[in-house]
């Protein structure tokens, strides 16, 4: 019983939240996107030929947090940015993803909301191999599938991140950052990249971990928090990444490093998010998927990429 009244609320929340938007907003298209790293990405990437293609110069984008460096990344200015909390936001999103949304969108198409959910129902996209999910946000854009993503303004590393490659500690061209942490697709063990990490340092591999706050770097290694603003040129500078797929493998896909993006065979939307068919441009992306063979060949497999790529 609480829980469908939950529901109900952010249902009759989300649609007052819409309701008024429409409306103090009048004159604009405004876009509404979900708040991770990679929903950013993936919409802000097709966001300006949209724009284009339908001659829209006053618009607003419905953001949880627009301080977030996507937006800089994609060049869209923080006053065109309508703050909304997160709890908001996701009332927003759970009324958009109704029935009831559905119809409302149609009645109110001011507000656009990118959710593939609020287009397909999620068992249909989950397993499918037929497209990718840059192809769904061109959809819902109803921009040609040959659409290619923005481009993205590069912002340099900080000087106490520079000093490390002024210091020889990190080498240019020649360190892999293992980022084994994720929110999305969270089945690969640790373990995993670890027994990568070793393996990768006997062949005389530099090799870091990318941290945030408290999280543990691999054994071994050393733990680098930069900013997501750095996380291109950091990249860049460093030459390869090995990660768990996430919305941050979305962003440095936009990177001239040579990536190598780990999922699992658990991970339900793997072909949906596979990172290379998503984001083409990068010529250097090789998706891992954790499950589909034995660890220790999978382990080798990685490796024997990345000593090919660096020779």
Excluded at 225 to 241: Q, S
Excluded at 268 to 273: A, D, G, I, T, V
Aim: charge should be positive; aromatic fraction near 16%.
């Amino acid at each position: 019983m609480i829980r469908w009244l939950n529901k109900l609320y952010d249902l009759l929340h989300g649609h007052n939240i819409a309701y008024r938007i429409i409306k103090k907003y009048k004159g604009y298209k405004i876009v509404s996107i979900y708040s991770g790293v990679g929903d950013r990405v993936f919409a802000l990437a097709y966001l300006k030929s949209y724009l284009s293609k339908n001659n829209i110069s006053k618009y607003k984008i419905v953001s949880a947090t627009p301080e977030n460096a996507v937006y800089r990344y994609f060049g869209f200015d923080k006053d065109i940015l309508i703050f909304l909390p997160k709890k908001k936001m996701l009332s927003l999103n759970a009324f958009y993803t109704s029935d009831w949304g559905f119809s409302f969108r149609h009645r109110y198409p001011e507000l656009l909301s990118i959710s593939a959910d609020a287009y397909m129902r999620t068992d249909f996209f989950n397993y499918s191999e037929l497209f990718y999910y840059s192809d769904v946000i061109k959809t819902i854009f109803k921009l040609p599938l040959s659409t290619e993503a923005s481009k993205v303004n590069v912002y340099n590393i900080s000087s106490e991140h520079m000093k490390l490659f002024e210091t020889k500690e990190l080498v240019k061209g020649r360190t892999i950052i293992i980022n084994p942490y994720a929110n999305s697709c969270n089945q690969v063990p640790i373990g995993f990249f670890q027994k990568i990490s070793d393996k990768l340092k006997t062949y005389g591999f530099l090799v870091v971990t990318s941290v945030v706050g408290a999280q543990r770097p691999l054994d071994g290694t050393k733990g680098i928090d930069f900013e997501l603003i750095e996380a291109i040129d950091f990249c860049n500078k460093c030459g390869f990444v090995i990660g768990q797929r996430s919305g941050f493998m979305d962003l440095i896909s936009f990177s001239q490093a040579r990536i190598i993006c780990v999922d699992s065979i658990l991970y339900p939307h793997s072909e949906l998010f596979r990172l290379e068919k998503c984001w083409p441009r990068n010529k250097n992306i090789v998706t891992v998927r954790y499950g589909s063979s034995d660890e220790e060949k999978l382990i080798d497999f990685t490796v024997s990429i990345i000593n090919e790529w660096s020779k």
